[in-house]
């Protein structure tokens, strides 16, 4: 008869040893790769121009880049760590992260990353509520973005087409401008 498998809780997640990072799905750790520098370079720069874009427009929402804990479903056996998160309602904010689902959601697809961004946090962060998600992939130079709140608006886009945001009307992004 095979072992049960062990169920973590968010006190497993919290109290990884330092320099470990892993995010937390239906109480299984799975273990996080370290960033290459053009996910990074993407990271930084989606992330400023996502921010001056609020700053400018005196918005209330605030972009936090990983690491930054995402407990979408409010519970104790699921902690993600999106890439960008966007958050507009501040009470969903604590120290320990972001309790619920943030607005809006940019990941950076990596070589050991594709099947947990395409599949299974588009299923995560679909049914938690993120209005918005971004999937941007360095190695086949595409973006597919889902608009979560109007499921007929969702499309594949190349690095140098002109991407639109769907929770701001006018913020524009072109990613190969950004590298």
């Not at 005196?58 to 972009?63: I, L, M, P, R, T």
């Not at 930054?68 to 960008?84: G, Q, R, S």
């Not at 941007?136 to 594949?156: A, C, F, R």
């Amino acid at each position: 008869m095979p072992l049960p498998k062990r169920v973590f809780t968010s006190e497993d997640y919290w109290n990884l040893p330092d320099g470990d990072r892993a995010e937390l799905i239906d109480g299984q750790l799975y273990s996080m790769a370290p960033p290459s520098h053009t996910h990074q370079r993407l990271v930084f720069q989606l992330g400023r121009i996502i921010g001056n874009y609020i700053a400018d427009h005196n918005g209330d929402c605030e972009v936090i880049p990983a690491p930054f804990a995402v407990d979408l479903e409010a519970n104790d056996h699921t902690w993600l760590e999106p890439d960008i998160s966007v958050i507009c309602d501040r009470n969903k904010l604590t120290e320990h992260g972001c309790k619920g689902a943030p607005d809006w959601i940019i990941e950076i697809v990596s070589p050991t990353s594709q099947k947990m961004d395409y599949q299974v946090k588009l299923f995560r962060y679909r049914t938690a509520g993120v209005r918005e998600y971004w999937i941007v992939n360095p190695m086949k130079k595409s973006v597919m973005i889902y608009d979560l709140e109007h499921e007929d608006n969702t499309g594949q886009f190349s690095f140098d087409d002109i991407l639109q945001a769907n929770i701001y009307e006018d913020l524009k992004i072109k990613i190969s401008d950004l590298l």
